[in-house]
């Protein structure tokens, strides 16, 4: 029999280390503008004092505190936090990030109204360090197409319907004990049984911090992407060598340096994607298209290698002709890559 007194949301957020933001993070949550939800915070014996703070909120009935006996890993405590989840809908939430009022209210909205999808997530604002906007693909074909090259969700807003887990058995892989990967990893099986769609609005400010340990970090998350765009391509079923697969990890991972692999290496590899694409249907040919012309100009736009004319050899292949260039950038690349040639 259904539980009459179940919430609509059941807001997941597992924590680590994150007393200094925990405060901010708890609250924009029970200040919601949707407030049938329940917050399920997990602590994943965070030295820091984390667990004291978030037990300060237990005397609100829409808060549950759980606390992990040994130090488990990020996937784990999610996977925790999921087995007291009531809610028909599944919301993430990071310790250090700041829900916007009505995100759960606009992520309820549009479950409700596109029953066809399974999985969503939106546009994030940073604060701190940085104060850009992250975009994500939007429609579902934008979004396979994407998920071959990385992350395609914004993993602190992604919300989800609870049947992934009851009914597609779905859980974070626990053998992966960093916080590096098991999202991107998590995504790519979710999208095999549901379709994911992102909402194109910011939902959610995006804590960023100072680059004192990013070199370490993009390292460690790199490795474990790899392993999974392999496994991805695999999937996909397009036949590749280790070289190409090189040329695929190398292109799919930004701020990146080609090495020895040249500009034509990478637009060969591009268009066999498109065409094997239109061979198999995996996703909308149009869609995969421009997924890969856009790589084609990022790859060339951000290559640092000063002895290639990447602006010409950008123009000189046919992927060129399906990536619209505005007037600006087009005099940015220009100048860029005349600058790299000539300093």
């Not at 949301?9 to 049938?36: C, F, M, W």
């Not at 596109?114 to 997530?121: I, K, Y």
């Not at 999974?228 to 695929?248: A, Q």
């Not at 736009?301 to 046919?318: I, V």
């Amino acid at each position: 029999m259904p539980d009459s007194s179940a919430p609509l949301v059941s807001v997941i957020l597992p924590v680590y280390n994150a007393g200094e933001y925990l405060r901010p993070a708890i609250d924009s949550i029970l200040s919601q503008t949707l407030q049938d939800f329940e917050l399920i915070i997990v602590d994943d014996c965070s030295p820091d004092g984390s667990l004291a703070v978030a037990r300060t909120y237990e005397a609100d009935p829409r808060v549950r505190v759980l606390a992990n006996k040994q130090n488990r890993g990020r996937s784990f405590t999610d996977n925790y936090g999921a087995e007291f989840a009531r809610g028909r809908y599944i919301a993430k939430m990071d310790a250090d990030d700041v829900a916007r009022p009505q995100r759960l209210q606009r992520q309820v909205e549009f479950l409700e109204q596109n029953p066809t999808v399974g999985l969503t997530s939106s546009f994030m604002q940073c604060f701190g360090e940085s104060d850009i906007v992250y975009t994500y693909p939007v429609s579902a074909d934008a979004v396979r197409c994407f998920m071959l090259f990385n992350m395609p969700v914004a993993n602190p807003t992604v919300f989800f319907r609870h049947a992934l887990l009851t009914e597609h058995g779905l859980r974070y892989d626990d053998t992966i004990l960093d916080t590096f990967g098991e999202d991107y990893e998590f995504i790519a099986r979710a999208a095999e049984v549901v379709a994911i769609v992102n909402q194109p609005e910011i939902l959610l400010n995006y804590r960023t911090l100072p680059q004192t340990i990013k070199g370490d970090v993009h390292a460690r998350r790199n490795a474990k992407s790899n392993q999974i765009r392999e496994r991805l391509l695999r999937r996909f079923g397009i036949p590749f060598t280790e070289r190409e697969l090189l040329v695929h990890n190398t292109i799919s991972y930004v701020p990146f340096t080609l090495g020895n692999i040249t500009l034509p290496e990478v637009h060969a590899w591009l268009w066999k994607i498109k065409d094997y694409n239109a061979q198999t249907g995996y996703a909308d040919p149009a869609v995969m298209l421009g997924c890969v012309a856009e790589r084609w100009f990022l790859t060339c736009y951000l290559n640092p290698d000063n002895a290639t004319n990447s602006f010409r050899e950008y123009r000189r292949q046919p992927l060129a002709g399906h990536y619209k260039l505005t007037t600006k950038l087009q005099a940015k690349f220009l100048l860029k890559s005349y600058v790299l040639r000539h300093r």
